[in-house]
C-alpha cells in the first residue's frame, strides 16, 4: 500500500512540475503573412473577411437565444441578445454599406426583443422573436443575398439549456 502511495505522489508531482515548465514551442509568427506592412494588413482584412463572418455568428446566437427565450432563461437570452447587436456592428465596421439595412434592425428590433426579455413575458418574447426572424429575411432579401427563408429553430445545436 505505501509503495502505491509514494508512486501516486511522485505521479502528482512530475505532473504538476511539467505544467509549471515553459515550452520550448513558439508559435509561428507572421510566416505567412508577407509584404509591405499595407500589402500584411490588407492580407489581415481579408482573413476578417465582411458581414458574412459576422451573420454565422449572429445565426448561431440567434438560436441561442430563441432556446434562452423558451427556457425562460432571461439571463442567457439577454447575453444572446448583447453578442447579436454587437457581431452586427463589428460586422458593420468591415462592410458599412450595410448600414442602412441594419439600422431598423439595430434601432427598432432588437430593443424590443431586449423589452420582452427584461419584463420576462415568454409570449411577448415569442411576438418579438417572430418579428426579429422576418426581419431577417427582408434584410437578406434587400441586401441581395442569396435568398433564403430565417426558420424557427426545431432543434437544439448546443448543451447549454436552463
Given at each position: 500500500?505505501?509503495?502505491t502511495?509514494?508512486?501516486?505522489?511522485?505521479?502528482?508531482l512530475?505532473?504538476?512540475?511539467s505544467?509549471?515548465?515553459?515550452?520550448?514551442?513558439?508559435?509561428?509568427?507572421?510566416?505567412?503573412?508577407?509584404?509591405?506592412?499595407?500589402?500584411?494588413?490588407?492580407?489581415?482584412?481579408?482573413?476578417f473577411?465582411?458581414?458574412?463572418?459576422?451573420?454565422?455568428?449572429?445565426?448561431?446566437?440567434?438560436?441561442?437565444?430563441?432556446?434562452?427565450?423558451?427556457?425562460?432563461?432571461?439571463?442567457y437570452?439577454?447575453?444572446?441578445l448583447?453578442?447579436?447587436?454587437?457581431?452586427?456592428?463589428?460586422?458593420?465596421?468591415?462592410?458599412?454599406?450595410?448600414?442602412?439595412?441594419a439600422?431598423?434592425f439595430?434601432?427598432?428590433?432588437?430593443?424590443?426583443?431586449?423589452?420582452?426579455?427584461?419584463?420576462?413575458?415568454?409570449?411577448?418574447?415569442?411576438?418579438?422573436?417572430?418579428?426579429?426572424?422576418?426581419n431577417c429575411?427582408?434584410?437578406?432579401?434587400?441586401?441581395?443575398?442569396p435568398?433564403?427563408?430565417?426558420?424557427?429553430?426545431?432543434?437544439?445545436?448546443?448543451?447549454?439549456?436552463?
Amino acid at each position: 500500500m505505501e509503495i502505491t502511495l509514494k508512486i501516486t505522489i511522485i505521479l502528482i508531482l512530475l505532473t504538476l512540475f511539467s505544467c509549471n515548465k515553459k515550452e520550448a514551442y513558439q508559435p509561428v509568427q507572421g510566416k505567412w503573412i508577407k509584404g509591405t506592412e499595407q500589402e500584411k494588413l490588407k492580407m489581415i482584412e481579408t482573413q476578417f473577411r465582411g458581414f458574412d463572418k459576422a451573420m454565422i455568428e449572429v445565426g448561431y446566437r440567434y438560436q441561442e437565444l430563441y432556446w434562452a427565450g423558451e427556457d425562460e432563461n432571461w439571463e442567457y437570452a439577454n447575453y444572446q441578445l448583447q453578442k447579436i447587436n454587437k457581431a452586427i456592428k463589428l460586422g458593420l465596421q468591415r462592410r458599412p454599406k450595410r448600414a442602412a439595412s441594419a439600422e431598423n434592425f439595430l434601432d427598432y428590433v432588437i430593443p424590443e426583443v431586449r423589452k420582452s426579455i427584461q419584463e420576462k413575458d415568454k409570449k411577448l418574447f415569442q411576438n418579438n422573436f417572430q418579428m426579429m426572424r422576418n426581419n431577417c429575411t427582408i434584410c437578406h432579401s434587400v441586401e441581395r443575398v442569396p435568398s433564403f427563408t430565417v426558420r424557427i429553430p426545431t432543434e437544439r445545436q448546443s448543451p447549454i439549456g436552463k
